[in-house]
């Protein structure tokens, strides 16, 4: 059987992350692929019950470690009850944020060791690693622009200051430096047309 590939869509705040999600998903299903999309945190019915402790407004302020924890924990049963079986069956999952962003806000933005945090991901990733990682960059002033336009409870990383914000988005790219056979970085600064083209075009030379 033939195995499912994994697309994850990263960036800061305000990237346009959801947006374009919905754009490859019909790209694919047009090449006769069958598509999930999901989240993180979230993405199966145990990781939807940590995702409000992470990311409502008037979430626990936890310490950087504990933050991670929970959303390793979440990882680890999205991981087990959504994204391996559908893999395993052929289904290309594309995911709203992964591993990448907790090497990105709780890693280069809260400072925890990036060798234990890649310790604990390989712990529990049972090998699951994205096939292509679209990391959408944007200067964190027009991100949160952006972001603050949406009206959700869902945004207490939107609320961390500015320095915070700008060690995130250093992360990505750093990560993109360091894998650059999985990671691209898109411009998305542009205009989502643009940006939409730029990314299918992207899947298409890096995996049909």
């Given at each position: 059987?033939?195995?499912?590939?994994?697309?994850?869509?990263?960036?800061?705040?305000?990237?346009?992350?959801?947006?374009?999600?919905?754009?490859?998903?019909?790209?694919?299903?047009?090449?006769?692929?069958?598509?999930?999309?999901?989240?993180?945190?979230?993405?199966?019915?145990?990781?939807?019950?940590?995702?409000?402790?992470?990311?409502?407004?008037?979430?626990?302020?936890?310490?950087?470690?504990?933050?991670?924890?929970?959303?390793?924990?979440?990882?680890?049963?999205?991981?087990?009850?959504?994204?391996?079986?559908?893999?395993?069956?052929?289904?290309?999952?594309?995911?709203?944020?992964?591993?990448?962003?907790?090497?990105?806000?709780?890693?280069?933005?809260?400072?925890?060791?990036?060798?234990?945090?890649?310790t604990i991901y390989n712990f529990?990733?049972?090998?699951?690693?994205?096939?292509?990682?679209?990391?959408?960059?944007?200067?964190?002033?027009?991100?949160?622009?952006?972001?603050?336009?949406?009206?959700?409870?869902?945004?207490?990383?939107?609320?961390?200051?500015?320095?915070?914000?700008?060690?995130?988005?250093?992360?990505?790219?750093?990560?993109?430096?360091?894998?650059?056979?999985?990671?691209?970085?898109?411009?998305?600064?542009?205009?989502?047309?643009?940006?939409?083209?730029?990314?299918?075009?992207?899947?298409?030379?890096?995996?049909?």
């Amino acid at each position: 059987m033939v195995h499912g590939k994994f697309i994850t869509l990263e960036g800061g705040e305000g990237a346009g992350k959801t947006t374009q999600v919905a754009y490859i998903k019909e790209f694919l299903e047009s090449r006769a692929q069958r598509v999930l999309l999901t989240r993180e945190p979230g993405g199966s019915a145990g990781a939807e019950l940590i995702r409000g402790l992470l990311v409502d407004r008037e979430a626990y302020s936890w310490d950087a470690l504990t933050e991670y924890l929970l959303f390793t924990a979440a990882r680890r049963d999205h991981i087990l009850k959504t994204i391996k079986p559908a893999l395993e069956e052929g289904i290309w999952v594309i995911c709203d944020r992964f591993y990448d962003s907790s090497i990105a806000y709780q890693g280069y933005a809260q400072h925890l060791s990036l060798e234990i945090l890649t310790t604990i991901y390989n712990f529990i990733s049972e090998g699951v690693t994205p096939d292509l990682t679209l990391i959408l960059d944007i200067t964190p002033e027009i991100g949160l622009t952006r972001a603050h336009k949406r009206a959700s409870h869902e945004d207490r990383f939107e609320h961390m200051n500015l320095q915070f914000h700008h060690e995130v988005r250093k992360g990505f790219l750093e990560i993109a430096k360091n894998h650059p056979e999985r990671c691209i970085v898109i411009n998305a600064e542009e205009s989502e047309p643009q940006i939409k083209d730029t990314l299918l075009k992207t899947i298409q030379s890096h995996l049909f």
